[in-house]
C-alpha cells in the first residue's frame, strides 16, 4: 500500500525553502555570468575581443564541471558527506571571486580575468550540485522527488531575474557593477545556507525508526 506523502517534509518544511532559495541565488550568478558577462567585458577600459569574450563562456562551464566533481569528492572527505557546509563555503568563495573581478575589471590582463571566472565556475557549481542533494536526505526517499522538484523550480524562475531584470538593470545602473551585484547576490545566497549549517542529515533516519 502507498504511504501518502506528508507535506511537512517537503511543502511545509523551511529547510527545503532555504535550500531552494539558495538554489534561486546560484542560477542568477549563472545565468548572469552566461547571458551578461561577455558583454561585459568587452565594455571594459581595455575590451576582450568578441572571441576571447565568448571562450568565458567555456571557460566558466568547463571550471564548473570539474567543481562538480571536486565538491562531492571534497563533501565526503572532509566534511563528513554535510553537503550543505560545502554549499556554503563555495558561495562565499564565488562571491569572493566575483568581487575581485569587479575591482581588477578595468586593469587585469585576459589571462587573470579568465581565471578568476573560471575559479568563479569551479565554486559555483559545486552548490548547484549539491544542494539538491542535500534537500533529497531532508526530505527522506518518499519525498525526495518532490523536495528535488521545489530546487529544480528555483533554475527556470531565475530567468525572470537574469533577463528582464538585469536588462533593467543595466539600462539605469550600466554594466560597471555587474560583477559586483553578482558578488552581492552569493554572499545572500551563502548566508541562506550558511543558516543551515548545523542541520542533521537525518530524514531517512527519521524515516527508517518510524
Not at 523551511?14 to 546560484?26: E, G, H, K, N, S
Not at 575581485?100 to 575589471?105: A, C, G, N, Y
Not at 557549481?125 to 528535488?148: E, F, N, R
Request: with cysteine.
Amino acid at each position: 500500500m502507498m504511504t501518502p506523502l506528508k507535506p511537512k517534509k517537503v511543502f511545509l518544511n523551511p529547510v527545503i525553502w532555504l535550500l531552494a532559495i539558495t538554489d534561486l541565488f546560484v542560477y542568477i550568478v549563472r545565468f548572469a555570468v552566461l547571458d551578461w558577462g561577455p558583454t561585459f567585458l568587452q565594455q571594459r577600459q581595455e575590451p576582450l575581443s568578441p572571441e576571447l569574450a565568448g571562450w568565458t563562456i567555456g571557460i566558466f562551464e568547463i571550471a564548473g564541471l570539474l567543481g562538480m566533481l571536486a565538491a562531492g569528492w571534497i563533501s565526503d572527505h572532509f566534511f563528513h558527506s554535510k553537503t550543505h557546509r560545502v554549499c556554503a563555503v563555495e558561495m562565499l568563495l564565488t562571491g569572493a571571486c566575483l568581487l575581485i573581478l569587479h575591482l581588477v575589471r578595468d586593469t587585469a590582463s585576459p589571462v587573470v580575468i579568465l581565471l578568476l571566472l573560471a575559479l568563479a565556475g569551479f565554486f559555483l557549481y559545486g552548490p548547484q550540485a549539491l544542494l539538491g542533494v542535500t534537500a533529497s536526505k531532508q526530505a527522506t526517499k518518499k519525498a525526495a522527488s518532490s523536495a528535488l522538484g521545489i530546487i529544480g523550480i528555483m533554475s527556470y524562475v531565475s530567468v525572470i531575474f537574469t533577463g528582464a531584470g538585469l536588462g533593467w538593470y543595466s539600462d539605469c545602473f550600466g554594466w560597471d557593477s555587474l560583477y559586483l551585484l553578482m558578488a552581492g547576490v552569493s554572499a545572500v545566497g551563502f548566508v541562506f545556507v550558511a543558516v543551515l549549517w548545523n542541520i542533521k542529515d537525518d530524514g531517512y533516519l527519521k524515516e527508517e525508526t518510524k
